[in-house]
C-alpha cells in the first residue's frame, strides 16, 4: 500500500508569477468569467484574490477549477509521458547530448518493471511537491531534493538549453515548457479539488493518457481516481477506496464489451493478488459507463482533509 507522509500531501503553489497553468486560465477566461472570479479587474490582484479568498469560499475554487479543466490549451497538453518520450526523441536527434536526458529516460519506467517504492517515488519526484518538499526539507537534503525532482531538473536544464548552442533548442524548450506547464496544471488542480492530483509517470505502450488523484478524509478514509484511456479499449475509470488499513471498495468502469471480458477473467487473479499483499478486497464491481461527476463513494460529503498550503 503507497502511504504518503503529511508533509508531502502539502502543497506550495507560488503565486501569481509561477503558476502558468493560472496564468492560462486567466489569459483564456471572459470578462463575465473573470467578474465572477473576482471583483479586481488586473491581473495580478485577480490572481492574488483568488488564492487568498480561497478558504473563506468554495464558489471561487469551483468556478475556477471548471476553467481549468475546460481550457483549451491545458486539454490538449497530452500525456506527460509522451511528452516526455518526445524530448527526448528531439534531444537524441541532436549532434550533442545534454545532462538532462539520462535523467529523463531513468523517471519514464516501463509499467511490468513497477513496484511499490518506485512507484511512490516517482510520484514524490514528478515536480508536484517540488515547492512543499523545499519548504520543509533541511539544508544538507536541498540538493538531493533539486537532483532528483523532475520541476526542478526541468527548471534548470530549461536555463543550462538556453543559453546553449544546440541547434534544437528551440523545439528542446518548447517542449520543456510543455511538461513545466502540465506540472503547474496539476499543482493548481490538485488545490482547487482538495486533492493529490498525479500524472502517471511510467512507460506503457497500450496507454494514452493516465491521471491519478488521492483524498483523505477526516476519518482516514483514503479515496483514489485512477483515469486512464487505452488505445485499444478506450476510457477506463478506477475509483478506490481503503479504510480500516487494509479493507479496500473498488468500481471499475469501462464502456469496451471485450475489455470488460478481460476485466471478469482475471478479477479472481486480482482479488488473490491483493489479499497476497495484505490488502482485503470487501467488493470489486464493474460497471458499463463512466461514473458521473457526483462521487460513487460513500460519505463523500466528509471534509477531505489534505493539508494544502498556497502561498501567494
Known amino acids: ?38 471583483q479586481n479587474k488586473d491581473l495580478k490582484s485577480i490572481l492574488n484574490s483568488l488564492l487568498t479568498q480561497s478558504s473563506q469560499s468554495t464558489s471561487n475554487d469551483k468556478a475556477l477549477l471548471d476553467l481549468l479543466k475546460n481550457n483549451p490549451t491545458l486539454k490538449s497538453l497530452g500525456s506527460a509521458s509522451n511528452n516526455i518520450k518526445d524530448l527526448l526523441s528531439t534531444i537524441k536527434s541532436g549532434k550533442s547530448t545534454l545532462p538532462i536526458e539520462k535523467t529523463l529516460s531513468n523517471f519514464l519506467v516501463n509499467v511490468k518493471d513497477l ?23 533541511s539544508t544538507q537534503n536541498i540538493k538531493e531534493l533539486i537532483s532528483n525532482d523532475l520541476k526542478s531538473i526541468l ?17 528542446i524548450l518548447k517542449q520543456v515548457d510543455k511538461l513545466l506547464l502540465q506540472i503547474d ?12 492530483s498525479l500524472y502517471i509517470p511510467f512507460s506503457w ?34 475509483k478506490l477506496t481503503l479504510y480500516d488499513e487494509n479493507q479496500l471498495n ?14 471478469k477473467e482475471n478479477i479472481a487473479s486480482l482479488r488473490s493478488a491483493l489479499i497476497d499483499n495484505s490488502i482485503t478486497p470487501r467488493e470489486i464491481h464493474l ?7 457526483q462521487s460513487p463513494y460513500e460519505n463523500s460529503d466528509k471534509p477531505i482533509d489534505l493539508g494544502f498550503e498556497v502561498k501567494v
Request: charge should be negative; include cysteine.
Open 1 to 38: 500500500m503507497i502511504n504518503f507522509s503529511a508533509n508531502s500531501k502539502q502543497l506550495d503553489i507560488l503565486l501569481p508569477n509561477t503558476n502558468r497553468a493560472l496564468a492560462e486560465v486567466i489569459k483564456n477566461a471572459t470578462p463575465k468569467q473573470l467578474k465572477l472570479l473576482s
Open 115 to 137: 513496484s511499490e517504492p518506485l512507484l511512490k517515488q516517482k510520484f514524490e519526484n514528478s515536480g508536484v511537491f517540488l515547492e512543499s518538499k523545499l519548504k520543509n526539507a
Open 155 to 171: 527548471l534548470q536544464a530549461s536555463e543550462e538549453i538556453t543559453n546553449s548552442s544546440n541547434p534544437n533548442k528551440t523545439e
Open 185 to 196: 496544471y496539476h499543482q493548481l488542480l490538485s488545490h482547487l479539488s482538495s486533492s493529490s
Open 205 to 238: 505502450e497500450q496507454l494514452q493518457e493516465g491521471h491519478v488523484e488521492l483524498k483523505r478524509d477526516k476519518e482516514n478514509r483514503f479515496y483514489c481516481d485512477i483515469d486512464l484511456k487505452l488505445k485499444e479499449y478506450g476510457e477506463l475509470n478506477l
Open 250 to 263: 473498488l468500481h471499475i468502469y469501462s464502456d469496451n464489451a471485450a475489455f470488460k471480458e478481460i476485466i
Open 287 to 293: 460497471f458499463d459507463t463512466k461514473p458521473s461527476m
